[in-house]
């Protein structure tokens, strides 16, 4: 069967309705939500969306809280990186 959609992919559901822009974007959202991460626990390409925010590994089975539409948002990250930073400052005047 050939291929049916050629630029829109994932938004080729919502026709022409919405607005280009709109579904652009959504279709940068949907990809997102429904491709599989790395597990940062077994370290295999097997975690998936279950629910808003839910984030399943299937290997190992693990349940993790992340981003709405990816595993971990830009603000998580620089939380992460910030946190990582003070205790690193923390730990060398102690």
Not at 9 to 29: A, D, E, P, Q, V
Request: one cysteine or more; a positive charge.
């Amino acid at each position: 069967m050939g291929k049916r959609t050629k630029k829109v992919g994932i938004t080729g559901k919502y026709g022409t309705r919405y607005g280009s822009t709109l579904r652009k974007l959504m279709r940068k959202i949907e990809v997102a939500q429904h491709s599989t991460y790395r597990c940062a626990f077994c370290g295999k390409d097997s975690v998936r969306r279950t629910n808003v925010g839910i984030w399943n590994c299937k290997s190992c089975k693990k349940v993790v809280a992340g981003g709405a539409y990816s595993l971990s948002t830009a603000s998580a990250i620089t939380a992460r990186s910030t946190i990582g930073r003070l205790r690193k400052m923390q730990t060398e005047s102690v």
